[in-house]
């Protein structure tokens, strides 16, 4: 069995940790983290092993799990490499779209695979809404949380945002042609509000918001396409697609639309509430399987990295724009 050592022992590590500990495809070999009150705390309340130093990590496992803060990711991911070591780390993959360049660069080089935490695409709504879209034409999203002072070392783009930017980009397959921006700082350095349009070349329309400072959580994405519309609610794992289809016999229990001249269409309502299943156990699982299958996992770094580079472009438009409007007031 493959063995696993996780490096970060905050919120999100600690999730990872407890998951691993429990987990039937790999074994656990132990964490690191670079506080050591942390390590002692987060050893004994696991009962697992905290090696005091990465050059320890590294030779106890064959997959490194990075859940540290993003200015990290890139350090920890290379030293794993290059003992080739596979890897997941948690998005956004890296701070910069050059220090990704460089990890595929060595995961090649030491033939290892990287995956990366973009976590909802292991989203069972996602999973079984996905089979149903295709050519969207329209695309909304909403991802709001509330203020947490933990998740303000990145921007509310990187934070949340990117997370509907990767479904985006798995869900429109054609190339951008525009993006436009707006965002606010609030309560944080960095913005913590912000939209985006994307317009892509085959013209469909993505309208994203993301806020950090909500007075609740939500996270849906709404799809329109050709008489189909898709509802995800990634936070209540479910789904609801409504079709329209052109009908000479009208149902009389289910809705309608008469159009007079142009005839009348049925709709018809699915509205259904996924299987609960652990998305980050479901992931680090594709992972183990894609090593021991040889296959490309889900959420590969090619596309980690297409969702940081539209996430980077949105942060420069919002980061212009706000500069813009110091300088005119």
């Given at each position: ?9 905050g919120h999100l590590g ?209 799809v329109f396409q050709k ?103």
């Amino acid at each position: 069995m493959l063995k696993t050592a996780v490096i970060g022992a905050g919120h999100l590590g600690k999730i990872h940790l407890q998951i691993l500990k429990d987990a039937d495809f790999t074994k656990l070999s132990g964490f690191y983290d670079i506080n050591e009150s942390v390590r002692a705390d987060v050893a004994k309340q696991f009962n697992i092993k905290a090696f005091s130093n990465i050059d320890e990590l590294l030779s106890s496992c064959d997959i490194v799990d990075i859940v540290t803060p993003t200015p990290s990711h890139f350090d920890y991911a290379k030293l794993a490499l290059e003992s080739s070591k596979h890897i997941f780390i948690e998005k956004p993959v890296t701070s910069t779209i050059e220090q990704s360049n460089e990890l595929i660069k060595l995961a090649k080089q030491y033939n290892v695979k990287i995956q990366v935490g973009h976590v909802e695409r292991y989203n069972p709504a996602y999973i079984e809404a996905s089979k149903i879209i295709s050519n969207p034409l329209f695309v909304e999203t909403h991802r709001l949380a509330i203020f947490n002072p933990r998740g303000t070392d990145d921007s509310v783009v990187l934070d949340l945002m990117i997370h509907d930017i990767d479904i985006l980009l798995s869900i429109v397959k054609s190339p951008i042609r525009n993006i436009y921006a707006s965002g606010v700082n609030i309560l944080s350095d960095s913005p913590d509000i912000a939209n985006a349009r994307i317009e892509f070349e085959n013209s469909c329309v993505a309208n994203l918001t993301a806020s950090r400072i909500s007075l609740k959580n939500m996270r849906k994405t709404r799809v329109f396409q050709k008489d189909a519309y898709v509802s995800i609610d990634f936070l209540d794992k479910k789904y609801e697609v409504i079709k329209i289809k052109d009908t000479d016999k009208i149902d009389p229990f289910l809705p309608f639309i008469d159009l007079g001249e142009k005839g009348k269409k049925q709709i018809n309502i699915i509205s259904e509430k996924t299987k609960e299943h652990n998305a980050i156990e479901a992931e680090l699982r594709d992972l183990v399987k894609s090593i021991t299958d040889d296959f490309t996992p889900i959420v590969d770094i090619y596309a980690a990295q297409k969702a940081l580079s539209i996430a980077i472009k949105i942060s420069d438009i919002i980061k212009k724009n706000i500069t813009s409007r110091i300088l005119h007031n």
